[in-house]
């Protein structure tokens, strides 16, 4: 059998010249097969065409893997598998100028003797995609060999899989696995008549040098690689560089998954305890199989970098700005952190013993550890911040020598003030706001209530209240206005609720009360359909007739939100709905003063605060630039203004589907000891899983896929990167269409 393989770039006419050499051996009798493989029609002519020609009928369904002749269309493809599928008697014709010497071959690598075995074993359909307007199927390497699907007479066909490439978890470097896609193919078959020949070599020539034919001129777009923001990015409150810090802690590197997380959150380990992970609702993966464990592995990297005691790294130089904080929660702590990481000399003012705020004071051990909270506060206090706790500055007085004291001011007051229900005495014993009860029960120093507790709220702080009383030996009843789905607080957090023995009564609010002395208390309740509104806290409700209903008690905590005290500002400031008004930059309405958190924000979440905290701190960072006369640029983003990474940028069909990593609870009789962590962290092997399954959006992984699938061999990979040969990238799409990150796209050029 004759065996011929043609290979050139697209356009220089290797499929043509393969039909042509096809049609002269079957003039002279034989049985000829000729197939090619390519990556596109017209924006990816093949760039391979195989011949076959015998005096017998040609049953062989694989690519050729020793030929007896090679024509290759372009000296700069003499190199890799077209060079291993000749020996010492293969004839090779190069169409190029060069002196024949210049292009001796080296000798050919060992053959697998398993490898033709390989092509033909069977496995059935593989995958069917679509590249590029012409929609061409598949394309497999070209560079390195060629299709294997060939149909035969019968119309079956023999085809390895691309399966093997379907895992990337080698990652970093992907394994070169061969891999095949569906390619065309034409058969011709003699006339039983027809006359043969024993052996034919087909007539060899040269026209030039086609050493440079430039099929990038084709293009009407550009392939380009691109680092673009995850979604999960774009919905975090500090916008996190989440893919960053998974592809590190992917790689076994801890510590450097810490530090990227540090740069935009300095609580990790608490944010992965108690975040409402926006983040996962906003995960590509979850229109896939379901939402990566995002919390769970920022708690694992904050964890170990409390176990490890990694400290931040020293403060830059110092900048001329000193910059006073008023309130030491999870607002002021952040900008404290920004600010002095940037050089600027810091002091905090702190009204309680403690700093930490919210997470101190209103979130029960049970859900954040004091270790873990006191671990990440020490580690801002020790870069340098001058803190005064026991200091309250609760005046307008005391805010003006502040900011008459300081180059700028930063008010991150929270939100004190408890909102109350017009049905209670809030004067009686049996009344408590859910505020008060939870910071006198986070003290130890619990209020003195009955028994049999009602909790009126659907938040989260209501949800801590009633857990934590639970806690205390009460037994609680959770009155929400909202039906379950519709609560504010965590999906888990309700079912952590239900399991530990509260009892939920949703979709009813309280008409009134009755004391019944010794007796108790009878609850008039009564239910309603809750519907929220356009803002955030705004709702209507509309009574359901008939639906009367009473619950007895000995106490009552109400846990209905809370609201800034802004009186303590004095004039000057413009509020507006109850917060403190600011611009995009966080500055309120008086020069230099800055304010974020609960002060401003109907937000009301931990990460939230933390957010506000960093952007506050870098816009006061630029302000202070500015005014001492500094040139020096803004800090980028890092994402050169590209769009957030849709799902179906991502090529999924290079991750399998799997199980996303579980959340690990005590049993209920350990978890009403009052200070046990009822949520467990993930072990180092699981949490090694979960980061697998992380789509890596718009970050490269250096997986060589648009190396692999590109049919011109247009993208080159240089050092950590990769380069595309404009010379002759046809802007066929392959490479994109295979990318498995969606860290590639297409750029459309206008000539």
Request: with cysteine; net charge neutral; charged share 20%.
């Amino acid at each position: 059998m004759l065996e011929i393989i043609i290979q050139g770039r697209g356009g220089q006419g290797a499929q043509t010249a393969g039909n042509l050499l096809a049609g002269a051996f079957h003039a002279q009798g034989l049985h000829v097969q000729c197939f090619a493989s390519y990556g596109g029609a017209r924006r990816g002519t093949p760039v391979n065409s195989y011949i076959r020609a015998d005096q017998r009928p040609v049953r062989v369904r694989c690519d050729i893997e020793r030929a007896n002749a090679i024509l290759c269309f372009d000296a700069s493809l003499l190199e890799g598998r077209l060079l291993a599928a000749a020996d010492a008697d293969t004839l090779i014709v190069v169409n190029s100028a060069r002196d024949a010497a210049e292009l001796r071959r080296p000798a050919g690598p060992t053959r697998d003797p398993d490898r033709r075995a390989e092509h033909l074993a069977p496995t059935g359909p593989g995958p069917h995609r679509q590249f590029g307007p012409a929609g061409c199927a598949g394309a497999g390497d070209p560079g390195a060999h060629a299709g294997s699907t060939v149909a035969g007479p019968g119309g079956q066909r023999a085809q390895a899989t691309r399966r093997e490439r379907r895992s990337l978890r080698g990652r970093l470097p992907l394994r070169r696995t061969t891999t095949y896609g569906e390619r065309g193919m034409s058969v011709t078959t003699p006339s039983p008549s027809a006359s043969a020949s024993a052996a034919l070599v087909p007539t060899t020539w040269t026209t030039g040098s086609t050493d440079a034919i430039k099929t990038g001129t084709w293009r009407a777009s550009l392939a380009k690689h691109i680092k673009a923001p995850a979604p999960c990015h774009g919905a975090c409150p500090v916008n996190g560089d989440i893919a960053e810090w998974i592809g590190l802690a992917r790689a076994r590197d801890f510590q450097g998954s810490w530090q990227v997380l540090a740069r935009h959150n300095p609580f990790p380990s608490i944010a992965g305890r108690i975040c409402h992970h926006p983040c996962e609702t906003a995960c590509n993966r979850a229109g896939y199989d379901e939402a990566l464990s995002i919390c769970k592995l920022e708690r694992f990297v904050g964890d170990q970098a409390l176990a490890q005691k990694w400290a931040f790294a020293p403060a830059a130089a110092p900048r001329t700005g000193h910059v006073a904080i008023v309130g030491g929660g999870p607002s002021g702590l952040s900008a404290a952190y920004q600010l002095r990481r940037m050089g600027y000399a810091v002091t905090l003012y702190e009204a309680h013993a403690e700093l930490g705020g919210l997470m101190r004071y209103g979130i029960p051990a049970y859900r954040l550890s004091r270790d873990v909270l006191d671990g990440e506060i020490a580690r801002i206090v020790a870069m340098g911040v001058t803190v005064h706790c026991n200091h309250r500055i609760d005046s307008a007085e005391g805010f003006r020598r502040l900011r008459e004291q300081h180059d700028a001011l930063y008010v991150a007051l929270g939100a004190a003030r408890n909102k109350r229900l017009p049905t209670l005495d809030y004067s009686q014993p049996w009344v408590c706001d859910g505020a008060t009860f939870l910071a006198s029960a986070n003290a130890g120093q619990p209020v003195a209530l009955g028994k049999r507790l009602v909790v009126i709220g659907g938040g989260s702080a209501a949800l801590d209240a009633a857990r934590s009383a639970r806690r205390l030996g009460h037994e609680v009843t959770l009155l929400a206005l909202e039906q379950r789905a519709q609560m504010p607080a965590q999906a888990e957090e309700v079912v952590e609720a239900l399991e530990e023995g509260i009892t939920l009564v949703d979709g009813a609010r309280l008409d009134g009360v009755t004391e019944q002395g010794a007796a108790g208390l009878t609850l008039a309740c009564s239910r309603v359909a809750f519907v929220p509104g356009a803002q955030r806290g705004q709702f209507t409700l509309t009574p359901i007739e008939g639906s009367g209903f009473a619950l007895a008690a000995d106490a009552i905590v109400t846990s209905i939100g809370q609201d800034p005290e802004l009186a303590v500002l004095g004039e000057g400031f413009a509020a507006a709905g109850g917060l403190l008004k600011t611009d995009a930059q966080l500055a309120t309405s008086s020069d230099g003063v800055y304010a974020g958190g609960d002060l401003t924000s109907m937000a009301r979440f931990v990460t939230e605060a933390i957010g506000m905290g960093k952007r506050a701190a870098h816009a006061i960072a630029r302000a202070l630039q500015q005014r001492a006369g500094s040139t020096e640029p803004a800090a980028a983003s890092g994402y050169g203004g590209e769009s957030l990474v849709p799902l179906a940028a991502i090529s999924t069909f290079y991750h399998p589907k799997r199980e996303r990593a579980q959340t690990h609870l005590l049993d209920v009789a350990q978890r009403l000891q009052r200070d046990t962590e009822v949520q467990l962290g993930l072990e180092i092997e699981k949490a090694l899983a979960e980061s697998e399954r992380c789509f890596s959006c718009g970050t490269c992984i250096n997986c060589d896929n648009c190396v692999v699938y590109c049919p011109d061999m247009a993208v080159k990979r240089v050092g950590d990167g990769y380069i595309v040969l404009t010379d002759y990238c046809k802007g066929c799409g392959v490479c994109v269409k295979e990318c498995p990150t969606g860290s590639m796209t297409m750029l459309e050029e206008r000539r």
